[in-house]
Nanobody, 120 residues
Framework: VQLQASGGGLVQTGGSLMLSCAVSGTIFRVDDMGWYRQFPGKQRELVATLSSDGKTNYGDSVKGRFTISRDNIKNTVYLQMNSLKFEDTAVYYC???????????????WGQGTLVTVSS
């Protein structure tokens, strides 16, 4: 099982980016999916999570600007980021709780991280 994130890059202040993260492998079920970010020298912090039944949770600093969504057929989670600020510059990681086929227990997986740079 792997999580493959994409969509990071360089954007100007006020601009938008969409991140994607696809789960690959043989999976029985995907539960919560989400995005976290990490600033240099800091711990990862919550950006947004989305449960399998549609409940969302956002970090305070991104509320009203970022939107998380998912495609349960494609096992993909998205993060639409609007009104980007310089302080959103970070490495963004996707995360998922899922049940691999054959293991029958929930495990937590991380993607490889994608860099988002917002120029001031």
């Amino acid at each position: 099982v792997q999580l493959q994130a994409s969509g990071g890059g360089l954007v100007q202040t006020g601009g938008s980016l969409m991140l994607s993260c696809a789960v690959s492998g043989t999976i029985f079920r995907v539960d919560d999916m989400g995005w976290y970010r990490q600033f240099p020298g800091k711990q990862r912090e919550l950006v947004a999570t989305l449960s399998s039944d549609g409940k969302t949770n956002y970090g305070d600093s991104v509320k009203g600007r970022f939107t998380i969504s998912r495609d349960n057929i494609k096992n993909t989670v998205y993060l639409q980021m609007n009104s980007l600020k310089f302080e959103d510059t970070a490495v963004y990681y996707c995360n998922a709780d899922l049940v691999p086929l054959g293991l029958w227990t929930v495990r937590n997986y991380w993607g490889q991280g994608t860099l988002v740079t917002v120029s001031s």
